[in-house]
């Protein structure tokens, strides 16, 4: 350590010395240099010169340096002196006085007036500000005013070794394969370094490493870290520490230094093959095991890791290869051995595999370390179970014929336990499969009967499962599944595929075709159906028709002659016999009708009814029928709706226009004052009805059948109104099937203008008794009858 301390001390002072060696007789010499002094002589002095003087002379101007130097971080007890200005018009009387300005004027630098020497009064760092830019000028001591114009010179901060190089971006992580060569790149690294690149070596770096030998080298100046061994091995080491150096100073003593670490992880290459745990693996199976379980599983190790490690398995060789089949698991890198068909323990107890693991990828670089891959045994056990019973087919086909008797045996089907027990086998048929029981089976031996009769045109095929269960172990059971064909025999007698109906022209002609017929069977020969066809024997000789045999299996039917009459004969019937090729043939007969019919002279059928004759020419009876239908249609709705308007316009009461009673105000409803001017119709309250002395309520339907009263004859038009309201009254009052015919209604608006009050007294809260209708008579004429109404009313409750 005080070695290191004493280098630093030689190399901090080293410049130093040599600036304070050669400074001194810059300063000293510089009034003797005429190029190197400030300024040449005072204004005073030049007007003195000769004219031949001020020619042969020239002006003679400069300041000692245009820059000067001061090391940075200089920190001694005294203010390191900076330089010294001069000028030649200083005669050294002491009149002039030098003034500084400029950057750290004042603050960093500080110059004696009088001698003009210029000091750092502060420590000063190169990297904050490397320069300062002042000005300086000679001034008169007494009056202050400038000899000469200000000149401008810089003061340059020298460096020194004050910083040490750093490493910005560390500590670094880099990968690199395994298995690499010597010398292959894993990466670079840089460090900085803020002292002045220029000047001296105070920034020029060197890089070393301090840890990580022998396995990784640096290049010194581009500072590129390499592998310094070959081959290095993941599955040995896998992470590497590096401890990384920058020195300044060219790597010198003295100089200053920074570290970092480098992490280098070595990367995976597929270089190591599979091999398995073990070279014999045991597995033990029941022999009733499902298709496609797993029985076991295999292993083989690789030290790779990732992709490098996968491997895929394989059954190479082995007396199970049929019956077994291995399958890779990618997650946990195992073999899966699993079984493909079913195993019997009474024919085989055990099989040997020879399992095979491979890498997936492999890499060409390695393939000389040997091959990528590993091989082991497997032995499987087969153990014994109860298994169900086996039938001797997987499926069976019976043939039956239709017409077979019931309890013949169809077939047969048998099963036997494979189990060294042998137990005994009883049979049965799942009836889901046979829901109408047709058929049965014997237990003991399995043969099918038929228990109900057949029909092959109703099913040809019957699909039933066969149960068969082990006496010994009911819950041992097997399905198979019979399918029965029910075979054809002719029991079906042909007939006409569909109703035919013929047409026959009247204006036909001998020989023409008139129909063409064909025939249907139900019954399926093998050779296919071939139908004859003949009349009846007593209508062999049809005098009006004849058939004809096509080459298709089919019938045409001709005219033998011409001039059919439909107004004679319309319809004609002719019997046809036909019979099918079975053993025995069976036939039937069938009826055609020909119906005569009214063509155009193209053959075209038009009409083939006889009332045609007698309709106008262009129109049938159907359109006859649509024309009489429409019109009659249209007499409904017009009489129809004329009823609705007379319906409408017909007054429910007798309306008198000279009955006096027209004159009387309304006032079944609210009135509207002085405005209301309608005329009230009191023909309203009239009842033609009442003439027979039977009163209909129109407004509801009485639900009590009354003795009709007997009523009064028809008001004349001079009869007192008061009179008429009361005898109306007096029957509305009798009546005991409903409320009176001018029922009370409520109105609750009152109509403008009014003067008067409500003349309602349905919310009044006084009685009848308590009312008096005396003031009507002061309403004006408009109330007058009103009012006499209502005082005749008054006296006769009085009376």
């Not at 009409?607 to 029928?625: K, Q, R, W």
């Not at 004006?780 to 009085?798: A, I, T």
């Amino acid at each position: 350590m005080p070695e290191r301390l004493a280098e630093m001390l030689l190399d901090l002072w080293t410049p130093l010395i040599i600036l304070w060696i050669a400074l001194p007789p810059c300063i000293y010499m510089a009034p003797m240099n005429q190029s190197q002094v400030l300024m040449s002589g005072s204004p005073l002095e030049l007007n003195r010169l000769s004219e031949e003087q001020r020619i042969l002379n020239r002006s003679k101007r400069g300041w000692v340096w245009n820059q000067m130097f001061v090391l940075e971080e200089f920190s001694g007890p005294e203010p390191i002196l900076v330089g010294r200005l001069h000028t030649d018009l200083d005669p050294g009387s002491k009149k002039i006085k030098y003034i500084l300005s400029g950057d750290g004027a004042g603050t960093i630098f500080q110059i004696n007036d009088i001698t003009g020497d210029i000091h750092a009064i502060k420590r000063l760092d190169r990297e904050e500000k490397a320069e300062y830019t002042l000005t300086a000028q000679a001034v008169d001591w007494e009056t202050n005013k400038p000899l000469e114009p200000p000149s401008e010179f810089i003061i340059k901060v020298q460096d020194i070794n004050d910083n040490a190089p750093e490493f910005l971006n560390g500590p670094y992580h880099a990968t690199v394969p395994e298995m690499s060569i010597l010398g292959t790149s894993v990466t670079n690294v840089t460090a900085t370094d803020a002292d002045d690149p220029v000047y001296g070596n105070s920034a020029k770096l060197v890089y070393s490493i301090l840890e990580g030998q022998p396995y990784f080298s640096i290049e010194p100046e581009t500072a590129i870290i390499k592998t310094a061994l070959p081959n290095m091995d993941r599955e040995a080491k896998e992470e590497y520490l590096v401890v990384i150096q920058a020195k300044d100073m060219g790597g010198h003593s003295g100089g200053l230094s920074g570290t970092t670490t480098l992490t280098v992880t070595l990367t995976d290459v597929n270089d190591n093959p599979p091999k398995f745990a073990q070279s014999l693996y045991h597995f033990s199976v029941p022999e009733d095991v499902v298709l496609g379980t797993a029985i076991g599983r295999v292993k083989a190790n690789d030290q790779d890791i990732g992709e490098n490690a996968q491997s895929s398995y394989d059954i190479i060789d082995g007396d199970g290869t049929a019956l077994f089949e291995i399958t890779s698991d990618a997650q946990a890198q195992d073999g899966i051995i699993r079984l493909r068909k079913p195993l019997d323990f009474e024919t085989k107890k055990s099989y040997t595999l020879k399992v095979e693991a491979a890498n997936v990828h492999i890499d060409p670089r390695f393939s000389g370390r040997g091959p990528f891959k590993d091989t082991a045994t497997v032995k499987i056990v087969v153990e014994d179970a109860d298994e169900p019973p086996v039938f001797s087919s997987p499926t069976y086909l019976l043939e039956v014929h239709e017409n077979a008797a019931l309890n013949s045996v169809i077939g047969q089907v048998t099963a036997r336990d494979p189990d060294i027990t042998s137990s005994p086998i009883r049979f049965s048929i799942d009836r889901h499969t046979d829901l109408e029981r047709q058929f049965n089976i014997n237990a003991d031996d399995g043969k099918i009967t038929l228990a109900t009769p057949l029909d092959r045109e109703l099913s040809v095929w019957h699909n039933i499962t066969i149960i068969a269960t082990e006496t010994r172990n009911h819950s041992q059971i097997s399905r198979v599944p019979v399918a029965i064909k029910v075979l054809d025999v002719n029991d079906n007698a042909p007939e006409f595929a569909s109703e035919y109906e013929a047409f026959l022209c009247e204006n036909g002609k001998p020989g023409q075709v008139i129909q063409t017929v064909s025939a249907m069977d139900k019954d399926d020969p093998k050779n296919g159906h071939y139908f004859l066809y003949s009349l009846l024997p007593e209508m062999v000789n049809n005098p009006n028709f004849t058939i004809k045999k096509n080459e298709d299996n089919s019938l045409s039917i001709l005219a033998k002659h011409n001039g059919f009459n439909r107004q004679k004969q319309e319809v004609y019937l002719l019997p046809i016999v036909i019979s099918d090729s079975g053993n025995p043939p069976l036939s039937s007969t069938s009826t055609l009708t020909i119906r005569v019919c009214g063509c155009s002279s193209d053959g075209v059928v038009q009409s083939c009814n006889v009332e045609a004759y007698v309709l106008p020419i262009g129109l049938s009876m159907g359109a006859l029928i649509a024309i009489l239908a429409c019109i009659i249609l249209l007499l409904v709705i017009v009489v129809l709706f004329v009823t609705l308007r007379r319906h409408k316009n017909e007054p429910l009461i007798i309306k008198d226009d000279e009955d006096v009673r027209e004159n009387i105000i309304r006032y079944d409803d609210e009135g509207g004052g002085e405005e209301d001017t309608e005329a009230f119709d009191i023909a309203t309250l009239q009842n033609p009805d009442g003439i027979n002395g039977f009163l209909p309520r129109k407004d509801i339907k009485p639900d009590l059948q009354f003795m009709p009263r007997q009523g009064l004859a028809p008001v004349p038009n001079g009869v007192d109104v008061d009179e008429f309201i009361n005898v109306r009254l007096h029957e509305a009052d009798n009546d005991p099937t409903a409320p009176p015919y001018d029922s009370i209604q409520i109105y609750g608006y009152e109509g403008r203008g009014s003067v008067a009050g409500s003349l309602s007294s349905l919310e009044s809260t006084t009685s009848d008794s308590d009312q008096n209708f005396d003031y009507l008579s002061d309403w004006g004429p408009r109330f007058k009858r009103l009012g006499e109404l209502y005082s005749v009313g008054e006296s006769d409750k009085e009376t």
